[in-house]
């Protein structure tokens, strides 16, 4: 399985609501990431979780929260977010931590926020 | 500090012709480099990768880009386009050693003329 699966493709939320987006990868890769992608602009780095030990991009705000339950799973938590956080969240992985390996790419959930 | 430089946010190319998107890349020390291409609505597809060995590197499509330290190069090229070659590229680095930043390249849109 060479695959990172993301769950759900699409989501529309209120700025008042608490929602999930679900990674998986069954590649027994030790490094996840998730990234945030603007419309015709390159992804950004949000979060790195490598062996378990979870890197923050200081700029991402708190009303987005990691969480990573296992190896296999990484799960981004969103709670009273903005309209301006409308975007297509990506999730990766790669099998070599210290970002020499190539990173897989799920397809993505895109999130409205009204 | 790492970062990229894509010559062209758009390239028009017909189909059967030469296809060449342009990257240069900044780094403090001997790079990992990276092309990725993404298509509507879908996540990332790592084409090929640099890490140190061959200079010239063959990718999936028949994609492939040479390496050029002296001009600090990583141009991606096709001999002959063809019309599902059109999506968005992404030129990116990485400088390992512990870094697991991925830092990309602000896209180039390429389009296939029939």
């Known amino acids: 399985d060479t695959e990172v699966t993301q769950t759900p493709k699409h989501l529309v939320m209120g700025m008042t609501n608490k929602k999930s987006l679900k990674c998986e990868q069954h590649?027994?890769?030790?490094?996840m990431y998730w990234y945030k992608q603007k419309a015709k602009k390159p992804p950004e780095l949000m979060f790195v979780?490598?062996?378990?030990?979870?890197?923050i991009n200081e700029s991402v705000p708190s009303r987005f929260s990691p969480e990573c339950p296992n190896s296999s799973l990484l799960n981004l938590h969103l709670h009273a977010l903005q309209p301006e956080d409308s975007a297509l969240y990506l999730c990766?992985?790669?099998?070599?931590?210290?970002?020499?390996?190539?990173?897989?790419f799920g397809p993505g959930t895109r999130l409205t926020v009204l | 500090a790492q970062s990229v430089t894509q010559l062209g946010s758009h390239v028009s190319v017909s189909e059967g012709a030469l296809v060449l998107l342009r990257c240069n890349y900044s780094?403090?020390?001997?790079?990992?480099l990276f092309w990725y291409v993404q298509y509507p609505n879908q996540g990332l597809q790592l084409l090929l990768k640099?890490?140190?060995?061959?200079?010239l590197v063959k990718g999936i499509n028949g994609f492939e880009a040479e390496f050029k330290k002296s001009e600090t190069s990583f141009h991606l090229t096709k001999p002959s386009a063809h019309m599902s070659d059109a999506a968005e590229y992404f030129c990116a680095v990485s400088e390992g050693f512990g870094n697991e930043k991925l830092t990309f390249g602000t896209g180039t849109r390429l389009t296939i003329i029939p």
């Open positions: 640099y890490t140190s060995a061959a200079t």
């Open positions: 780094s403090s020390v001997p790079p990992y």
């Open positions: 590649m027994g890769h030790r490094a």
């Open positions: 979780y490598s062996y378990e030990k979870l890197s």
């Open positions: 990766a992985s790669s099998q070599e931590a210290g970002g020499r390996g190539e990173q897989f």
